[in-house]
């Protein structure tokens, strides 16, 4: 019995039914609502700052060597010392802490690419052959009892448009990602940097200081003979000979004491630089570089010139994306998809176009209830947008410690090597009148011995002081991001095609 008109067009397949021209309007509506996108649009949270720098204001100290310029990428050439240009050059190639920061960069980028290709269809394709047998015992089927093949080869495309910005906010949201990931990577870079530099300008202090106890040992050397000479004319005194060599031995059991920290400090270096300490030596070089007070210039800049602050503040803007792919999910998805392909019992029949196979269709899916999971998770997005808002300007607060920190470092130093510089002329100055009153039997060798102490504990002070000068210079620069400035984060289009970000 034939079914009526109206029924046989009810029962009609529906792509079929559903013509090129109704798939094509589906895809262009589709395409316009892309231009939707739900969620808050990124605005650049405020952070607190002062006009000027406390330690610059109204202190009446002024840098006494200012770098109003520091080289991107080369801030250690202003302190003019070859040996340590030639060690830093070799951080950003071999040391393995920049390596591993370049390589979750890389991922972060990875990730990027990988949110991007949401936004294209995905095509799938298939073949497969088997040879079954269906029961004889099936009622209403054609091939019951056959033995059969099927050969089929399809291709599958689902595309799903970005209504409400999902995609788009997930892209946005690992771009800004991938440059926190870029602004790590040079944070860890100049870290590095600076703590080489440090590590120099330490051993190289350690060296001006063995340097300065080599020629006191030597001078107590003189000294014990003196007494020695003395005390075979019956002149000094047992006491006063032991006292010489007391003393000679003390300063002598010091130098070698340095030795072990120069030693910590040269393979502290070779690590650094991504070599094995037993193959990594410095030659001896005394400390003649000058602490460099680079141009702190004013607070608000400090924003632009440091990349961990770049980087806390990209993540804002990663999980304020977040807000807007947790609220897409409150709204439908349309996911469109097209099969077509070729199956056949017969391998010689498989090919023609009777073989021929497709169907196509919109799906719509929408969550209507869910108990206040989405709600939730939206709400946790909030949550985490506000935390790295706070750590963002708390990472601003830190850095501008920092560069007060050094300011006041360099500022109170400056002042204490010039005071120390006057205690240890006074202090040689008594040493050589002392001596000469005991050469004259005036005095005994214990007024010697408590001048000489108070000699080399004024002169090993200054030079300390010399290597807290200078690690504090090297911390200032750090301070104020080592020459970077935000202009260096990647762009778009870079993040997508380009290389490493330094």
């Not at 802490?97 to 972060?108: G, Y």
């Not at 080869?153 to 595309?159: F, G, K, L, P, R």
Request: net charge negative; with cysteine.
């Amino acid at each position: 019995m034939n079914a009526p008109a109206s029924r046989r067009r009810f029962v009609a397949p529906p792509f079929e039914r559903v013509g090129p021209h109704v798939v094509a309007l589906a895809l262009a509506s589709a395409c316009a609502l892309t231009a939707c996108t739900v969620g808050p649009d990124y605005v650049k949270p405020p952070a607190a700052s002062a006009a000027t720098y406390k330690e610059l204001d109204g202190t009446g100290w002024k840098p006494a060597q200012p770098a109003d310029t520091l080289a991107r990428g080369a801030w250690w050439s202003v302190y003019a010392d070859p040996s340590l240009d030639a060690l830093e050059q070799q951080v950003a190639s071999a040391n393995q802490n920049v390596q591993a920061a370049d390589a979750r960069f890389r991922a972060a980028r990875a990730t990027v690419a990988q949110y991007r290709s949401s936004f294209f269809p995905v095509v799938t394709a298939n073949s497969d052959y088997s040879r079954g047998r269906t029961s004889e015992n099936v009622a209403h089927k054609s091939t019951a009892g056959l033995t059969l093949n099927d050969y089929l080869v399809q291709a599958d495309a689902s595309w799903e448009p970005d209504l409400w910005g999902r995609v788009s906010r997930s892209v946005e949201g690992a771009k800004a990602e991938a440059q926190a990931s870029a602004a790590d990577t040079q944070s860890v870079l100049l870290s590095m940097q600076a703590e080489l530099a440090t590590d120099y300008f330490e051993l190289c202090g350690l060296d001006q200081e063995s340097q300065l106890l080599d020629d006191t040992i030597q001078a107590y050397r003189d000294a014990l003979d003196l007494t020695q000479h003395r005390y075979a004319g019956g002149i000094a005194t047992d006491a006063d000979v032991a006292q010489a060599q007391t003393q000679l031995k003390t300063t002598q059991a010091q130098a070698l004491d340095l030795g072990v920290q120069r030693a910590q400090l040269e393979h502290a270096i070779a690590i650094l630089i991504g070599q094995t300490p037993s193959t990594f030596s410095l030659p001896v070089a005394p400390l003649v570089a000058m602490p460099v007070v680079a141009a702190a210039g004013v607070p608000s800049t400090l924003l632009e010139r440091r990349p961990d602050i770049a980087a806390a503040e990209r993540h804002v803007a990663d999980m304020n994306a977040q807000i807007g792919v947790a609220t897409a999910a409150f709204f439908p998805n349309l996911i469109l998809s097209v099969t077509g392909g070729l199956e056949a019992t017969n391998y010689n029949q498989w090919l023609l176009a009777p073989s021929r196979l497709w169907s196509l269709g919109p799906a719509l899916a929408v969550t209507l209830l869910d108990f206040g999971g989405r709600a939730a998770v939206k709400e946790q997005a909030r949550a985490h947008y506000d935390e790295s808002v706070a750590q963002y300007r708390q990472t601003v607060l830190t850095a501008f410690g920092q560069v007060e920190d050094n300011l006041a470092a360099l500022r109170v130093l400056e002042q204490e090597a010039a005071a120390q510089d006057d205690a240890v002329a006074a202090a040689q100055r008594a040493l050589a009148v002392v001596s000469n009153r005991y050469k004259n039997g005036a005095i005994t060798y214990l007024d010697v011995v408590v001048a000489q102490t108070t000699a080399l504990t004024n002169e090993r002070n200054a030079v300390s002081i010399a290597r807290r000068r200078m690690a504090a210079s090297v911390a200032l620069i750090k301070a104020l991001g080592g020459g970077w400035d935000a202009s260096a984060l990647p762009t778009d289009d870079q993040i997508v095609h380009a290389s490493s970000p330094h």
